[in-house]
């Protein structure tokens, strides 16, 4: 995606007080967007069947946000309470009254957490989630095992990380970018880094794990997952949280030695993380939360300004511009 070529900016006035709203519907005013990867999916021909709709063209994006609501015809809603769901990218969205994101329970926990709003899109929201899940549903780490973590530094990546180092693992990430990699050594004490795109991965995993690795926690795919399942241990388990490396590309990579899958008895999983909040998002918040109080947990998020911003902020997290949870603070 191009900003200004394929993403318009427009500006509408819009009237709060006479805005119409039918029964059950509020207009909320945005307060901050979250940004992330699944996006990318999104930009495709509506024929195309995938987890979560295509964007349609000519009208507004959407994403998890947060915001004030302003306006309400709806029971048990008054105007100053938290807003947690999906929103457009924009400055207002109008609510309708059957909207469903999944992260809609989360408006009561903004209103009496001090934690920071914006961290109900990041390690207290989906991608938090998305690392406690996968860590636990699929990874089922065991104190002392080695876990290699990919896009380390990321929205997802160093909650992994960080809920692993807790569990007792030995944590090794990578990322492509030297700032992200002192921050994952000297902010998150993971055991052993490197910046993928300066250092041979082989080379590295050789050296950093040099009794192979348990976990695979894998959110790029493609030739890192290829050069994983050679140092995988047997009974290893690759968690298939994402492959962004091949969101954005035309020439998917073909990862050709499968066959270790069968020969080190593998398990391959992937998951999306909407079909957990049920029965997870209760202890994943009161864990989290407890975790984040004791000073056990770190965030790094990186807020863009303004809803015009967002366009370029985007494609940053497609080619790692992005150091930290993509988050657009709207105002
Ligand atoms: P991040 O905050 O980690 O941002 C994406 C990062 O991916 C970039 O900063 C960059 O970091 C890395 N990256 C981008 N392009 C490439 C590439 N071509 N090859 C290798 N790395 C690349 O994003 P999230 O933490 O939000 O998401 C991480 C992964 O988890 C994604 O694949 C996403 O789709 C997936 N995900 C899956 C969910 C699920 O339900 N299964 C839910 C949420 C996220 P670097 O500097 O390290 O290259």
């Known amino acids: 995606p191009v900003p200004g070529e394929h993403m318009e900016f427009v500006t509408r006035e819009i009237d709060i007080e006479n805005f119409p709203l039918a029964d059950g519907e509020i ?21 195309a069947k995938s987890y979560s709709p295509a964007f349609e063209i000519g009208k507004v994006l959407d994403g998890r946000g947060i915001g004030i609501v302003v306006k309400s015809n709806k029971k048990d809603c008054q105007v100053g309470d938290y ?4 929103i457009g990218w924009e400055e207002y969205t109008h609510i309708l009254a059957n909207a469903k994101s999944g992260i809609e329970s989360l408006a009561n926990e903004i209103t009496k957490s001090n934690a920071p709003k914006s961290y109900f899109l990041g390690i207290l929201g989906m991608p938090g989630l998305s690392a406690y899940v996968g860590l ?3 990874g ?16 997802v990546g160093q909650v992994v990380g960080q809920i692993a180092k807790i569990k007792g693992l030995r944590v090794i990430g990578s990322a492509g970018d030297d700032a992200k990699i002192k921050y994952l050594k000297e902010e998150l004490n993971f055991d052993g880094v490197f910046n993928y795109k300066t250092c041979n991965t082989d080379e590295k995993l050789r050296e950093l794990c040099p009794n192979g690795i348990d976990i695979y926690f894998d959110n790029v795919g493609g030739e890192t997952l290829e ?16 492959m962004i490396s091949q969101y ?9 030695n499968l066959m270790q899958i069968v020969g080190k008895r593998l398990l391959i999983q992937g998951f999306i993380v909407s079909d957990h909040y049920q029965e997870m998002g209760e202890s994943f918040q009161k864990e989290m939360g407890e975790w984040l109080k004791q ?16 366009p370029e902020a985007f494609v940053n997290i497609l080619t790692g511009k992005n150091f930290g949870k993509m988050v657009i603070k709207i105002c």
């Not at 954005?248 to 990862?255: D, F, I, L, Q, R």
């Open 27 to 47: 207009l909320v005013k945005n307060q901050y967007l979250s940004l992330d990867p699944y996006m990318r999916g999104k930009m495709r021909h509506p024929s």
């Open 83 to 86: 807003y947690a769901g999906l």
């Open 136 to 138: 636990n549903k699929i």
């Open 140 to 155: 089922k780490p065991k104190k002392g095992e080695t876990i290699f973590i990919t896009a380390a530094s990321g929205a």
């Open 227 to 242: 050069t994983v399942l050679n140092h995988i241990n047997i009974f290893g388990r690759v968690v298939a949280c994402g």
């Open 248 to 256: 954005n590309t035309k020439t998917p990579y073909g990862v050709k």
């Open 295 to 310: 000073g056990k947990l770190k965030y790094k998020e990186d807020i863009v300004e303004g809803i015009q911003n967002a």
